[in-house]
């Protein structure tokens, strides 16, 4: 039995929206395929997530369009990665919006730095969802870097993981 409506065609875009991105697990598979994390086994051990859960939560993302289901290898049974398609990438900003959100209304575990959205044309972090306030350039796939907590080392450059 569903848990909700269908909100699909509703006038409402934050409704329509949500339809699509309003499910937990389809946001943090989509965190972790910006990262590069794109394939099953690999989602299924960082979200620590059921493999049926993820295996539905995978087909509903590759059937809104926001990702693209693509063969890797495997002789007996095919094996697939997902990649971000340019739907995906455009949830970016909401991705960021969850974050600022969620650092500044939400409590981090103890010694939990918060993730910082850096602007990789200007090296600066970002205070916005969108646009580096420093340089002034938009945060896209390209050119955004995150810091990830609990994650420590280097920042993820996202247009090398997508």
């Known amino acids: 039995m ?4 269908d909100w699909s065609t509703k006038s409402c875009p934050i409704a329509r929206s949500l339809d699509t991105l309003g499910d937990a697990w389809t946001l943090v598979v989509l965190r972790e395929l910006f990262v590069g994390n794109s394939r099953f ?11 049926n859960v993820l295996a539905t939560r995978l087909r509903a993302i590759v059937d809104a369009g926001l990702a693209i289901k693509v063969p890797y290898g495997g002789t007996s049974r095919p094996r697939y990665e997902y990649r971000l398609s340019e739907v995906g990438r ?15 209304h939400s409590e981090a575990p103890a ?7 850096a602007c990789a044309t200007c090296g600066g972090p970002s205070s916005s969802t969108d646009w580096c306030a420093t340089c002034q350039a938009p945060l896209t ?15 993820i450059r996202l247009a090398t993981a997508s």
Do not use: F, Y
């Not at 086994?41 to 493999?51: F, K, M, S």
């Not at 455009?90 to 500044?104: T, Y």
């Not at 609990?150 to 920042?155: C, N, S, W, Y």
């Open 2 to 5: 569903p848990l909700r409506s």
């Open 41 to 51: 086994d690999g989602l299924r051990e960082e979200l620590g997530i059921a493999d």
């Open 90 to 104: 455009d949830a970016l900003p909401v991705l960021h919006a969850l974050a600022r959100w969620g650092a500044k």
């Open 111 to 117: 010694g939990v730095q918060p993730m910082v959205i």
């Open 141 to 155: 796939v390209e050119n955004t870097e995150w810091h990830r907590p609990g994650k420590p080392g280097r920042p």
